[in-house]
């Protein structure tokens, strides 16, 4: 299946200090996606990056997409209390369906 | 801006029970996806409609019927509603196929 896999499951860093997250994914993708959720709540949009892209900005937030590697990573530099989330990446195929990946929970130490 | 609207935000039912869910899209997205996401689970895609006609089907069960209306708005029903039927349900909406999704805040849905 298309599903991906969130690498760590669960990361705690200091603020102030980079988070990474890494996604990885078996087939071909259209474009990937990353969302946020806080606890409950629905998710947030953060950044698309399409098949043809290789890294991408916005804010503190940054992405890469290696599709030799099928993998992405989304960076948030200078990280805030307010960004600890779960984080999910998402596959968008060619038939536009997206299939979310399990997720990394992060939480950010005062 | 107007974002996604999903009605209502929470609904608690019994076993057997039957559960309609809706979802207003932000104005000029055509485009509608329903999602599941159980405690501590990813979300689910479970189905999708473009211009009112079913776009994509995901992990929907037969129990289940969604469709998308003449003012883009849709609502899922859920029949003979389980247990493992509780969970987030959110819809999501785009303008266009292969645009971002914005979600909605969700329906937690408890079955008892």
Not at chain 1, 31 to 58: A, D, F, P, T
Not at chain 2, 12 to 34: F, G, M, N, Q, S
Not at chain 2, 48 to 72: L, V, W
Request: glycine content about 6%.
């Amino acid at each position: 299946s298309q599903q991906g896999e969130e690498d760590p499951q669960a990361l705690s860093i200091q603020e102030g200090e980079n988070a990474t997250m890494n996604c990885s994914y078996k087939t071909s993708i259209n474009n990937l996606q990353w969302y946020r959720q806080n606890s409950g709540r629905g998710l947030v949009h953060l950044i698309l990056i399409r098949s043809n892209e290789r890294e991408k900005h916005s804010g503190r937030l940054r992405v890469t997409l290696d599709t030799s590697k099928k993998s992405s990573s989304l960076l948030i530099t200078a990280s805030r209390a307010a960004d600890t989330a779960s984080y999910f990446c998402a596959m968008g195929d060619r038939d536009d369906k997206i299939i979310f990946g399990k997720g990394t929970r992060l939480h950010i130490l005062p | 801006a107007a974002g996604v609207i999903q009605s209502p935000r929470h609904l608690i039912k019994e076993k057997r029970e039957t559960a309609t869910l809706k979802c207003y899209p932000i104005p000029r997205h055509d485009t509608v996806y329903w999602y599941q996401q159980g405690p501590g689970q990813d979300p689910q895609f479970l189905i999708s409609f473009y211009e009112k006609m079913q776009s994509d089907k995901g992990s929907i069960p037969d129990r289940f019927s969604a469709q998308q209306f003449s003012d883009y708005h849709s609502e899922l029903n859920m029949s003979s509603l389980e247990l493992g039927d509780s969970a987030l349900y959110f819809c999501a909406s785009s303008r266009k196929l292969r645009y971002e999704q914005y979600f909605g805040p969700g329906t937690r849905l408890t079955v008892t």
